[in-house]
Nanobody, 127 residues
Framework: QVQLVESGGGSVQAGGSLRLSCAAS????????WAWFRQAPGKEREGVAA???????AYADSVKGRFTFSKDNAKNTLYLQMNSLKPEDTAMYYC?????????????????????WGQGTQVTVSS
């Protein structure tokens, strides 16, 4: 089991930056796949960024070049640095974790590939 707690959300103007954190506790050493997702009102949850135990990262096209996903293993904390924020980035952001995953390249940004989720942190970007 792993517990995930997100923080760092807030309100920011377009063009601004935020850094989200996700503190993991429990049997974190068992988990090899981590991701950030977001969900806006009335929309489906979508994958934003993913990372595996080898440090490989992947990003949704909509955030490439603006968001950076990193993991501090010593602190058991994930980070999502979000720059050049746009109003369409407004959503609840969630971190997720999984122990095993077949075909990570295909499944890494799919919500149903992850079984462990945090409660989310709200990000609001105003124009």
């Amino acid at each position: 089991q792993v517990q995930l707690v997100e923080s760092g959300g807030g309100s920011v103007q377009a063009g601004g930056s935020l850094r989200l954190s996700c503190a993991a506790s429990g049997y974190t050493y068992s988990f090899y796949y981590w991701a950030w997702f977001r969900q806006a009102p009335g929309k489906e949850r979508e994958g934003v960024a993913a990372i595996d135990s080898d440090g490989r990262t992947a990003y949704a096209d909509s955030v490439k070049g603006r968001f950076t996903f990193s993991k501090d293993n010593a602190k058991n904390t994930l980070y999502l640095q979000m720059n050049s924020l746009k109003p369409e980035d407004t959503a609840m952001y969630y971190c997720a974790a999984e122990v095993t995953m077949r075909l990570w390249v295909l499944n890494r940004l799919l919500p149903n590939a992850y079984n462990y989720w945090g409660q989310g942190t709200q990000v609001t970007v105003s124009s």
